[in-house]
């Protein structure tokens, strides 16, 4: 089955830098877009970047040209380098693929930006 387990985050200052990964299995990984959202507390899941089987990037306004997301299809991960963190980027980071209108999410890294 479709598994998606996200690592790195963790308590970074502002201004910091920080990469996240999401490793994905049970389903033919080059084939398809992944996503990558975030949930502060108290508020709705967010689209932050997604990324087309191709390479092809999107990104929310909120961290345009501050985040970037590329993919490795060789090793079936996803990756997000996060640069210049903000406080109102403190976060839970969730990976994402959509297959066949089925919404598959990992279990989540969570990301802290406080001094």
């Known amino acids: 089955q479709v598994q998606l387990v996200e690592s790195g985050g963790g308590l970074v200052q502002p201004g910091g830098s920080l990469r996240l990964s999401c490793v994905a299995s049970?389903?033919?990984?080059?084939?398809?877009?992944m996503g990558w959202y975030r949930q502060a507390p108290g508020k709705q899941r967010e689209m932050v970047a997604t990324?087309?089987?191709?390479?092809?990037?999107n990104y929310a306004d909120s961290v345009k040209g501050r985040f970037t997301s590329s993919r490795d299809n060789a090793k079936n991960t996803v990756y997000m380098q996060m640069n210049s963190l903000k406080p109102e980027d403190t976060a839970v980071y969730y990976c994402?693929?959509?297959?066949?209108?089925?919404?598959?999410w990992g279990q989540g890294t969570q990301v802290n930006v406080s001094s």
């Open positions: 990324i087309t089987s191709g390479g092809n990037t």
């Open positions: 049970g389903f033919i990984f080059s084939n398809y877009r």
């Open positions: 994402n693929t959509n297959q066949w209108a089925v919404n598959y």
